[in-house]
């Protein structure tokens, strides 16, 4: 087992499953566009559509699911970027800095 550091495991876990939670509420929720979703989280159709077939991001997705307070935050954020129309990576790093680190620390990870 080698040693992660929690960046790390934060770029190759939490942030692609939290890409792939925001990329099926659009598309099936809001019913925007793969192009409209990709376009307002700063990524590629096909990222999306990746993400949407469970290539990305599915990991830790079930686990971050499950959590009722992190859920609320990916509403209330993704309220946010179709109100202000503004790319979620902006999102996305407040995100991590104010409750991802928290869960992280919740799992022991940290």
């Known amino acids: 087992m ?3 550091l929690p960046c790390e495991f934060s770029v190759r876990e939490i942030l692609p499953a939290v890409r792939s939670i925001v990329a099926q ?17 700063g990524l590629t159709p096909a990222a ?12 830790l997705r079930s686990l971050l699911e499950k ?16 109100k202000l129309k503004i ?3 902006l999102y996305i790093i407040v995100f991590y800095v104010l409750k991802v680190k928290k869960f992280l620390q919740s799992m022991g990870t940290l």
């Open 25 to 41: 509420k659009l598309i099936k929720e809001r019913n925007l566009s793969e192009y409209k979703a990709a376009n307002l989280m």
């Open 2 to 4: 080698s040693l992660q």
């Open 48 to 59: 999306v559509s990746n993400y949407l077939k469970s290539r990305r991001g599915s990991n």
């Open 67 to 82: 959590d009722e307070k992190f859920m609320d935050l990916v509403n209330e954020v993704m309220e946010r970027i179709l």
């Open 87 to 89: 790319l979620i990576f």
